[in-house]
């Protein structure tokens, strides 16, 4: 179900406005008769579907808005003296009158009545379920019974509906597939077939608009209903995305794949006609993950390609559920055109593309100053696509890795209630270690974890708690699945998951995930001593550098472009967010000041914890910009200072718009350079053939 309020979203900024601002703006003119009736003309011209239609709300919504801008345009030429009443064999209407003064109004009504031209069989829809398709079959004999009463409100007549002539068209059916007849395979559907608009059509005025609410799955969830659904549903994305589907991407994209290629190849079959007119544009409702992270660059690499732009974004917001009142999903969305820049009928050019953002205090959309261009991360800034990374852009930033996975059930963690019994034993003693997860470093709790690579099998022998522990590990790992780690490690049972990379000097300890509303990515810095888990990352940290870049907003605002979302929390992700990181070459002496900045923080944050007398956490610390405690606040300002003259800024940035600016160019400066540093291929010898 997709409520009114984002349908509406999704339909008036796709075309509803534009035809909307027509209307406007034809009132007054010298020939503001003709332009309305072309208007009129041009709504009688739309297709619209709706491919994932459900009860059919993007439909019926699309075909009310319409009628109301014709009714309006009715009513203004009648206000205006452009329709007459004439009368009809003793009936009395409103008509246009056509053909030479002097003749019979009766005579001169001719075709052009007010008959409606918006009618239901231009709204079309595909919905997997038969019975919501037949109830958005119903509800759009509904809705045109009402639009034709406020008609008869507006004029004293409407048109005679019955016998019923026409009706929308509403397919049941997947979207993406279909059986073929012939073979019995799983094919894909052709739309053109659905909808089928010509390129002759096309050149004589029609447009088609195409939008709607498609479901939502990401990559590991297309289809938890059974092995061949998901067979199904893997099969509908690859048959929608071709060479380009890269495994990446939400369920839902493969609604933008086949909706692309529709209307480019309706495009290029119209230009073939010698017409260059663009035949439509397409808008969905989809998860924020299409633009946050790893799949940003498969989705948009083949639709940037094949000539589509942006046309307008409503940046993330919670998709509430309606049972709960709670947002389920945080989504967005995306608008598409091939067009070049929208020009009013007074000749001006429109914004090239709508913004809207949700304000999460008030909970409202606003829609933001005008914007040349948006790019795919849905951001002022180059058209630049972050793309998954083995190893960091930046030769000065070390890699980052995963913490130690314990994969134990358990067994090899010491909660605080376990504390006290392990800590007295005296072998288990030497091996007890604080075990730090995202929960713990962000939120200031306590575990610790038995560390036994260096334990001898007489040690563990010798002690009832390490024995125990081991034993009950050995059993549950010898239990699991055999595909799965936990097996695989059942004969180390004394040890986690082996990680080589785990840290042997001092380290910044990186969250796996922080919440959204964090002010700054919350990381600290631990001594080797301290073991990770695989909720973190670690990169090592022997001066302090990195603890102080990761804590700059210079950090965050990157994170939150690049990097991929769990609902609106930010998802840290070494391959995309932190190997993509363009630090550009930055002085000693540039070092040193975010080093030192970076212990300001760190003694702002002492001086808190002294002044409650207890730890305080970061969760607490950094709840929000205005709670921060003044004193962290103005190190913060410091050190984000420090950072963004490193990142080439001349000095402390005044918004993040300003940052991303910067991030952008060094990202293109030094993937450039990447670039031009690699060597030349060889040409491909030519292989002799004999004569």
């Known amino acids: 179900y997709t409520s009114e309020e984002d349908v509406l979203k999704t339909l008036n900024p796709l075309f509803l406005d534009e035809l909307r601002e027509k209307f406007t703006g034809a009132e007054g003119t010298v020939d503001e008769s003709t332009r309305l009736r072309n208007l009129r003309r041009e709504l009688a011209n739309i297709r619209f579907i709706d491919p994932a239609c459900g009860c059919g709300n993007f439909i019926i ?64 829809g595909l919905e997997l379920d038969p019975w919501p398709a037949s109830i958005a079959r119903t509800a759009m004999f509904l809705m045109e019974r009402q639009m034709d009463q406020e008609m008869m409100k507006e004029f004293g007549r ?15 059916g997947d979207a993406l597939t279909e059986i073929d007849p012939a073979s019995g395979e799983q094919v894909d559907r052709d739309w053109s077939k659905v909808l089928p608009v010509t390129a002759q059509d096309v050149a004589d005025g029609k447009r088609v608009y195409i939008a709607g609410n498609p479901p939502f799955a990401g990559q590991g969830k297309k289809g938890t209903e059974g092995t061949e659904e998901k067979k199904a549903k893997e099969r509908g994305m690859c048959l929608a995305w071709g060479d380009d589907y890269a495994g990446y991407l939400d369920f839902a994209t493969a609604w933008f794949a086949k909706a692309a290629r529709y209307l480019k190849t309706l495009q290029e079959q119209t230009e073939a006609l010698g017409a260059k007119v663009v035949p439509g544009d397409f808008a969905f409702v989809s998860t924020n993950s299409i633009v946050q992270g790893l799949p940003v660059a498969s989705l948009f690499i083949p639709l940037f390609r094949d000539g589509w732009r942006i046309k307008f974004a409503y940046r993330s917001f919670p998709w509430e559920s309606e049972a709960t009142g ?30 809207f953002d949700y304000d999460w205090s008030t909970r409202r959309t606003v829609e933001q100053d005008s914007v040349h261009f948006l790019n795919a991360y849905l951001v002022e800034g180059p058209n630049v696509l972050v793309e998954k990374r083995s190893k960091p852009l930046s030769y000065q930033l070390p890699l980052a890795y995963f913490g130690s996975k314990p994969v134990d059930n358990g067994n090899l963690i010491v909660e605080s209630e376990d504390y006290p019994v392990v800590v007295t034993d005296p072998v288990a003693a030497r091996y007890l270690r604080p075990f730090v997860g995202a929960k713990e470093l962000v939120q200031g709790l306590e575990r610790w974890c038995l560390w036994l690579e260096d334990a001898s099998e007489e040690e563990i022998a010798s002690s009832s708690v390490l024995s125990a522990r081991v034993e009950a590990n050995r059993e549950w790992r010898s239990a699991q699945t055999q595909t799965g780690d936990a097996y695989k490690l059942r004969d180390i049972p004394h040890l986690m ?129 205005a709670t921060m405690n003044p004193a962290l606040r103005a190190a913060h300002d ?54």
């Open 61 to 124: 919504i699309a075909y009310r808005e319409l009628r109301k801008l014709e009714l309006d345009i009715l009513t203004r030429l009648r206000d205006t003296g452009q329709l007459n009443v004439i009368n009809r064999d003793g009936q009395y209407e409103y008509a246009f009158l056509v053909g030479p003064a002097g003749v019979s109004n009766s005579a001169r009504i001719g075709a052009r009545s007010i008959e409606p031209q918006v009618t239901i069989n231009h709204f079309y």
């Open 158 to 172: 409407a048109p005679s509906r019955l016998p019923l002539a026409h009706s929308a068209h509403i397919f049941e």
């Open 326 to 355: 709670k947002a389920a999903v945080h989504c967005v969305i995306t608008g598409f055109t091939r067009s070049e820049a929208t020009v009013t009928t007074d000749g001006k050019k429109m914004k090239e593309v709508r913004v």
């Open 497 to 625: 998951r082996p990680n080589k990379a785990r840290p042997v000097e001092p380290y910044v300890c990186i969250p796996s995930v922080v919440s959204a509303n964090r002010p700054i990515f919350t990381v600290k810095r631990f001594s080797a001593d301290t073991i990770a888990s695989n909720a973190t990352f670690t990169a090592l940290d022997p001066d302090g550098f990195l603890f102080g870049l990761i804590s700059s907003s210079m950090f965050i605002i990157w994170q939150r472009t690049v990097g991929g979302q769990l609902k609106s929390d930010l998802r840290f992700s070494n391959t995309v967010v932190w190997n993509n990181l363009p630090l550009p070459e930055i002085s000693e002496e540039q070092r040193r000041k975010v080093i030192a900045a970076g212990r300001k923080v760190l003694a702002a944050r002492e001086a808190i914890e002294e002044r409650a007398g207890e730890p305080v956490s970061l969760a607490d610390m950094y709840a929000s910009l």
């Open 638 to 691: 410091e050190l984000d200072s420090a950072v963004d003259v490193a990142f080439g800024a001349s000095r402390r940035c005044s918004s993040d718009e300003a940052r991303l600016k910067i991030l952008f160019e060094r990202y293109q400066e030094l993937t450039a350079a990447e670039e031009a540093a690699k060597p030349a291929k060889k040409p491909r010898a030519r292989r002799r053939t004999a004569k």
